[in-house]
């Protein structure tokens, strides 16, 4: 059973430019949840999908922004990229209903120069 | 003041020794995680409990939820034990983290 990936793994990108990074679930999950880690700030939510809906979001500028398809596929972007954004970004795959638990994948880790 | 509290921070063993990292939290939840982070990032849901207890292997986990506190328990621990632990609470679908408990086992 493939696990949750993410793509790509790692990635450099300059102030001012926006990013997209993917994160493709275990089949059969509905939901997609994605963090930040930082050593500064440890993990922190950045957002919930389920069937294609944002149910939870996390304490972030409008600059992070996700989206959910229809084969529960997730993306997540950030625009107007800025230095305290490199960090370790993650995205866990569940059913979607509680009593579940997460599945993680391996990370995008971003730097901001 | 963050919603989850982890203590200890930073924890050393000699192999073969009981450990115990604590998480209390403030909020109301759904269900409370533990993970382990391995260096590298990789995270691993090690439990996830909505009461009482359970157990896999070597790792005890349990929950009070009056108390709003949770215990993992490392028993025999090893050097492969060694990694970054992590308590996170669920609540309306949003996971709110601990600081992570740094454990290290010396052989």
């Known amino acids: 059973k493939a696990g949750v990936t993410q793509t790509p793994r790692y990635l450099i990108k300059t102030r001012g430019q926006q990013v997209t990074l993917s994160c493709s679930p275990i089949?059969?999950?509905?939901?997609v949840s994605w963090y930040q880690q930082t050593p500064g700030q440890g993990l922190q939510f950045l957002f919930e999908?389920?069937?294609?809906?944002?149910?939870n979001k996390g304490n972030f500028p409008g600059r992070f922004s996700g989206r959910q398809f229809s084969n529960s596929r997730s993306e997540m972007n950030v625009s107007t990229l800025e230095l305290g954004d490199s960090a370790l970004y993650l995205c866990?795959?569940?059913?979607?209903?509680?009593?579940?638990?997460?599945?993680f994948g391996s990370g995008t880790r971003l730097t901001v120069v | 003041k963050n919603e989850v509290e982890q203590s200890p921070q930073n924890l050393t063993a000699q192999e073969g020794e009981f450990i115990t990292i604590n998480c209390s939290y403030s909020?109301?939840?759904?269900?409370l995680h533990w993970l382990q982070q391995h260096p590298g990032g990789g995270i691993v849901s090690l439990f996830m409990?909505?009461?009482g207890k359970k157990k896999h292997g070597r790792l005890i986990a349990t929950i009070n939820i009056q108390e709003k506190h949770s215990s993992l328990h490392i028993t025999a621990s090893h050097p492969r034990d060694s990694a970054v632990y992590i308590c996170?609470?669920?609540?309306?679908?949003?996971?709110?983290f601990g600081a992570g408990t740094t454990v290290t086992v010396r052989a």
């Open positions: 866990a795959s569940s059913p979607g209903t509680e009593g579940y638990g997460y599945t």
């Open positions: 089949s059969g999950h509905r939901s």
């Open positions: 999908y389920f069937s294609e809906t944002q149910r």
């Open positions: 909020v109301g939840i759904s269900a």
């Open positions: 409990l909505s009461s």
């Open positions: 996170a609470v669920l609540n309306d679908y949003k996971l709110s």
